[in-house]
């Protein structure tokens, strides 16, 4: 039986991009958003920690699900392996996807 995949999501989060990697990831019943789920990050317990992997531990530590806005995401790739997740300073060029000039009609009320 083949492992589950693994995927790395690339989000601009308040003046930085984040690379994240998770073990699953789908269309929220939220509109606009993207669920996130099962985290995955290297070994704590190396001699040498990168302080922007650090950061993001810190910040996922505990989280169960997170919903990420659409056009928070930049790039998500099924890949073979985890790597490193990295926080680095964007340099200002990211556009945000575009949004919708009208929002999905609501029911009847």
Do not use: C
Not at 12 to 37: C, N, P, T
Not at 54 to 76: E, Q
């Amino acid at each position: 039986m083949a492992s589950k995949p693994i995927y790395r999501v690339v989000v601009h989060q308040q003046g930085e991009v984040w690379e994240l990697y998770a073990r699953e990831i789908y269309q929220s019943d939220l509109w606009g958003f993207v669920e996130v789920e099962e985290f995955v990050f290297t070994d704590a317990s190396k001699l040498v920690i990168d302080p922007g992997n650090d950061k993001l531990r810190r910040t996922f530590d505990g989280v169960k699900r997170s919903y990420l806005p659409i056009n928070a995401i930049l790039r998500i790739d099924e890949v073979e392996r985890e790597g490193e997740a990295k926080s680095f300073k964007s340099d200002g060029k990211i556009a945000n996807f575009p949004m919708p000039s009208q929002w999905p009609p609501r029911g009847q009320e």
